[in-house]
């Protein structure tokens, strides 16, 4: 059974804007906290932001004020958008559920390749 699918990413120069898509199932969408994350060539998978059901949002430091996460409840889907990219953005981007410690709750999708070249 397939938990989350994202999409949106691309190739776009610095300056540009994306916006990723991720679909997830019910039975992991409804009531948690979602989070999109995102894992550069070498380095380990972060947090990039978050949002709780409800709509509280929480961002990492480096992508404050130029992306903005979302979520569609009937839709069972959350949104990234992301303004202002920068060549570190470049990235897998991978969306998840996320757990009252931090953990995730699902499968890891493929996840959304994001490049921005300089």
């Known amino acids: 059974q397939v938990q989350l699918v994202e999409s949106g990413g691309g190739l776009v120069q610095a300056g540009g804007s994306l916006r990723l898509s991720c679909a997830a199932s019910?039975?992991?969408?409804?009531?948690?906290?979602m989070g999109w994350y995102r894992q550069a060539p070498g380095k380990q998978r972060e947090l990039v932001a978050a949002?709780?059901?409800?709509?509280?949002?929480n961002y990492a430091d480096s992508v404050k004020g130029r992306f903005t996460i979302s979520r569609d409840n009937p839709k069972n889907t959350v949104y990234l958008q992301m303004n202002s990219l920068k060549p570190e953005d470049t990235a897998v981007y991978y969306c998840n559920a996320r757990g009252v410690y931090g953990n995730v709750l699902g499968s890891w999708g493929q996840g959304t390749q994001v490049t921005v070249s300089s």
């Open positions: 019910r039975s992991i969408f409804s009531r948690n906290t």
């Open positions: 949002i709780t059901s409800g709509g509280t949002t």
